[in-house]
């Protein structure tokens, strides 16, 4: 089956500086990559996602890039904000009425 | 549209006894999902159904575990018996399965403790 790493578990970053998480997927049929955000106590809410016919999206702060050669795909946020601090999760998902496969997060802290 | 509805919000039990969460998707979703939520094991994926059929039930723990789809408006999750063990955080999630890849949409959870 699918096998999503995730890298870093942790980063810190300051306010208006950029912040990239990178994953890594295994299935090569995988499709389908959207990133989660979860704020402490809350449910992961989408925030942005991606299909393999593209290699990049963009959505005001956060953008994602998609490498199928590689198996690998990033989250990029520019100019954090206090905000943007939770934790993060890539998927990957080989198709429609497929299972997705979470990464095992990465803490993001936004420091004043 | 209310989103993907869980109960209850929080569930505290004692060890053997038996728990039942429950889940509503969102209407028009066919695709529900199961999911556990620990600090050490992050999100697992413990079931999910097409069209109210369990499709891979591979993630689910043991036999203690065991859900339900009788329609394509309601799931249950229940443990039986329930150990220390199975405390986490428990998120029902939904999606549609026609077309393309489309998001899946969380339940704001069930947060589970086993004393």
């Known amino acids: 089956g699918e096998n999503v790493e995730q890298h870093p578990s942790t980063l810190s970053v300051q306010e208006g500086d950029s912040a990239v998480i990178k994953c890594t997927y295994s299935d090569s049929a995988s499709n389908y990559f959207p990133w989660y955000k979860q704020e402490l106590g809350k449910r992961p809410q989408l925030i942005i996602d991606?299909?393999?016919?593209?290699g990049e999206k963009k959505d005001q702060r956060i953008a994602v890039t998609l490498n199928k050669t590689a198996k690998h795909f990033s989250l990029h946020i520019t100019e954090t904000q206090p905000e943007d601090s939770a934790v993060y999760f890539c998927a990957a998902s080989p198709g429609t009425a497929s299972k997705l496969t979470f990464g095992t997060g990465t803490r993001l802290q936004v420091t004043l | 549209d209310a989103g993907v509805i869980q109960s209850p919000r929080h569930e505290v039990t004692e060890m053997g006894q038996e728990v039942t969460l429950r889940c509503k998707p969102i209407?028009?979703?066919?695709?529900l999902f199961w999911y556990r939520q620990t600090m050490m094991r992050g999100l697992e994926l413990l079931i999910y159904f097409n069209n109210n059929v369990p499709i891979d039930d591979s993630g689910m723990p043991e036999d203690r575990f065991s859900a339900k789809m009788p329609n394509a408006s309601f799931s249950t999750l229940k443990i039986q018996p329930s150990e220390p063990r199975d405390s986490a955080v428990y998120f029902c999630?939904?999606?549609?399965?026609?077309?393309?890849?489309?998001?899946?949409?969380f339940g704001n959870g069930t947060r589970l403790t086993v004393t």
């Open positions: 209407s028009g979703h066919n695709s």
């Open positions: 991606i299909r393999s016919n593209v």
């Open positions: 999630a939904s999606r549609p399965t026609q077309g393309l890849n489309s998001p899946l949409h």
